[in-house]
């Protein structure tokens, strides 16, 4: 995947704060902490844009935002209890001693949600449990039996590894007139299935690539980080090696200047002298007078000797 399309995925924007976070997430406004961590966690992978055909990315990348937005609100005790009195989720925002920032929070879920770690806990407790069977005969009721849009609602669901198990769950549950046996499902003939199955595969191993591609993206995005980081820190040093050795310059010219100053004879026609540097006052002063007596002493020797003719 390019960086610049990967950067604009994970680009926070404004926050969503028009929403309301308790129904985005499905839950009712009693939930605990625990269920608002569940839900939460269950919709951020089925709405992860990382999980999104390329042509319902921006959309996926929406709806992940006002997920974690609805988190950021509903998962802090006070910016809950600010909204649940105010209705306003940007209010919620604005809490004394809060240093909450949206972006930060934003990338931080982002990475989190796919990382190998939260989605293999989350795994071990949702699949084969009585969360993901709910889900399986819910999504199998609201599609009427079309198992490739089941598969697409079913959080962590893979078709080329749960299809025998789902199919046990789902005609249990017919066969107990839990849910209805729809003609899509009954009537799925072995060709179409192993067809389905296949296509599955092919996509599964396509993401596969990409995933390797991505984590080698990520590597080299963070191994370009230490390196500008230990440039700078070099390039810190030799700033500063650098300005020291030009004061020790400036110094040293300062010193060789007063001693040629204070010890080269006077009148030396081939001795240095700055011609933007000017006379102290005081030599200004005594120069000035002299030019006075001077001029005064000239004055009267004209006078005298017109005075003798």
């Known amino acids: 995947m390019p960086k610049r399309q990967r950067d604009e995925e994970i680009e926070a924007g404004e926050a969503p704060t028009d929403i309301n976070p308790y129904f985005i997430l499905s839950i009712e406004e009693t939930a605990t902490q625990d269920e608002i961590k569940k839900a939460y966690r269950r919709a951020a992978l089925k709405h992860h844009p990382d999980k999104a055909a390329p042509e319902d990315k921006e959309t996926a990348h929406t709806k992940f935002q006002e997920i974690a937005f609805a988190f950021a609100i509903l998962s802090d005790e006070r910016r809950r209890k600010r909204y649940d009195t105010t209705g306003r989720t940007e209010e919620s925002l604005d809490l004394d001693d809060d240093d909450f920032d949206w972006t930060s929070f934003f990338r931080e879920q982002f990475a989190d949600v796919v990382s190998r770690e939260a989605i293999e806990n989350f795994s071990g407790k949702y699949k084969g449990g009585d969360e993901e069977r709910r889900d399986l005969l819910r999504f199998y009721t609201k599609h009427k039996g079309n198992m490739v849009k ?17 199919r046990a769950i789902i005609d249990q549950a017919i066969k107990d007139d839990e ?6 499902y009954t009537e799925e003939s072995e060709n179409s299935r192993r067809k389905r199955i296949q296509r599955a595969q092919k996509q599964k191993e396509e993401e596969a690539v990409e995933a390797v591609e991505l ?10 980080k230490k390196q500008t980081k ?7 040093m030799a700033d500063l090696a650098a300005l020291i050795q030009q004061r020790q310059k400036d110094r040293q010219g300062n010193f060789f200047a007063n001693i040629e100053a204070k010890y080269a004879p006077k009148g030396k026609k081939n001795a240095k002298q700055d011609p933007m540097d000017e006379p102290s006052e005081e030599a200004f002063a005594r120069n000035a007078k002299k030019s006075s007596n001077g001029d005064a002493s000239a004055g009267a020797s004209r006078t005298s000797k017109r005075v003798k003719k």
């Open 230 to 236: 230990k440039t700078k820190e070099a390039g810190g």
């Open 215 to 224: 984590e080698e993206e990520i590597k080299e995005k963070a191994n370009k």
């Open 179 to 184: 849910v209805e046996a729809f003609t899509k």
């Open 150 to 166: 089941i598969y697409q609602e079913v959080i962590l669901s893979d078709m080329t590894e749960d299809e025998d198990r789902f």
